[in-house]
């Protein structure tokens, strides 16, 4: 079995940073594809961002290019979402996710094998 346990969310004001991990443990001998999702209330699940097997490629959504970046440290088992310029619209609960594929970056929550419980990121105004 595996388990994916997020951390790093928080209060930040409009503007500020926040950086995510998500440190997957069991089967660690496995790499997987990796993603984070976001859900804020009363809306869908949505993707953020997701990260081949050995990180050499990324897929972001447009609503967080050019502000969050995905990397990896296979070593240490562990995927982070560095999040700058945040706006009060990525208030969610983001969640990590991992895929057991060889190849791609998913954006659909369906292509998922393993979830987080989720971090909560509030931005303030």
């Known amino acids: 079995q595996v388990q994916l346990a997020e951390s790093g969310g928080g209060l930040v004001q409009a503007g500020g940073s926040l950086r995510l991990s998500c440190a997957v443990s069991?089967?660690?001998?496995?790499?997987?594809?990796m993603g984070w999702f976001r859900q804020a209330p009363g809306k869908e699940r949505e993707f953020v961002v997701a990260?081949?097997?050995?990180?050499?490629?990324?897929t972001y959504s447009d609503s967080v290019k050019g502000r969050f970046t995905i990397s990896r440290d296979n070593a240490k088992n562990t995927v982070y979402l560095q999040m700058n310029s945040l706006k009060t619209e990525d208030t969610a609960v983001y969640y990590c996710?991992?895929?057991?594929?060889?190849?791609?970056?998913?954006?659909?929550?369906?292509?998922?094998?393993?979830w987080g419980q989720g971090t909560q990121v509030t931005v303030s105004s």
């Open positions: 996710a991992a895929r057991r594929a060889l190849y791609g970056t998913p954006i659909f929550v369906r292509d998922y094998d393993y």
């Open positions: 990260i081949t097997r050995s990180g050499g490629s990324r």
């Open positions: 069991g089967r660690t001998g496995t790499t997987y594809i």
